[in-house]
Structure formats: structure tokens, C-alpha cells
């Protein structure tokens, strides 16, 4: 049923409890695993460092994103899964990562989105939003939402 499964992973628990499940389902349906993760550079916090101080944030995040993403392709391969791995940056102001995510799956003929959900609720959702609400409405592909727990309040 299910040919080509995109994963979007951020490195957090959630997200590798999601990446175990896209693993396992590719395999049982023997489908080719795309893992993308998106550096938000718009979405970044920033902070003047002072004049004194050069930190070039959207290489480190690159970078960081990078190691995720190695780490996952590593975990598919091992699995025995075709797989590739991109990373996508938000260019534009106003471009949300679900946006991407959407667009990645349309682009990549995903049959399947898999993402996973911190499962946040009340203030905690409305000031963090929902990557995994956002894609369930932009993705012209069927959406997997992976829950993790609850945070503790």
C-alpha cells in the first residue's frame, strides 16, 4: 500500500518514537524511507550578542540538524530500508515548517507523512503551535501522527 514514507524527525523523544514506527511500517510494506528534518531559521530565536561575539546560529542549527538526520539514516539502513535524508530550511518569513513538511511529501510522491506529536495542550499549544496539526491540514497526503506522553504541567 504504501511505497514511499516521509518521517519528519526533530530529534526529540517524540520524534525518534515516530522514526521506529515509519521504520517498522516501511519494512513490513517494503517501502523506500525519506527522513527530513527542517531547520526553522525564520522561527529562530535571536539575541544581540554584543559586537565582541560572531556566532553564525543558522550554521550551528544546520549542523545540528545534519547529526539528526545522520542518525536516523543510520538507524533505517541498519534496519535494512532504502532510504535518503534531506534538510530543508524556512527561507521566508511566514513559511511554517509544516508548510515544508507538506510540500517535501508532494514533491517526493510520499504516499504516507509520518510525524510525531509532543501532545502539548492549552497555553503550551497555542504559544508553541502544532507542527503535526499543521501538516494533518496541508498535506495532500494521508498524515501518521505518533503521540508521545503528555509533558508533565
Sequence with gaps: ?????????????????????????????????????????????????????????????????QAILDRSLAQATQAGLPATSTLLESESVGQRVAELLADQAKALSAD????????????SRLFLGSVAEGISRLSSVPVLIVHGAAPNK
Design 112 to 123: 504516507l507523512l509520518v510525524v510525531g506529536s509532543h501532545g502539548y495542550r492549552g497555553l
Design 1 to 65: 500500500m504504501y511505497k514511499n514514507i516521509l518521517i519528519a524527525i526533530d530529534g526529540s523523544p517524540v520524534s525518534d518514537a515516530a522514526l521506529r514506527h515509519a521504520i517498522a511500517l516501511a519494512q513490513d510494506q517494503r517501502a523506500h524511507l525519506h527522513i527530513v528534518h527542517v531547520v526553522d531559521i525564520m522561527g529562530m530565536p535571536w539575541a544581540d550578542l554584543g559586537e565582541s561575539v560572531e556566532v553564525d546560529m543558522p550554521a550551528i542549527y544546520r549542523q545540528q540538524g
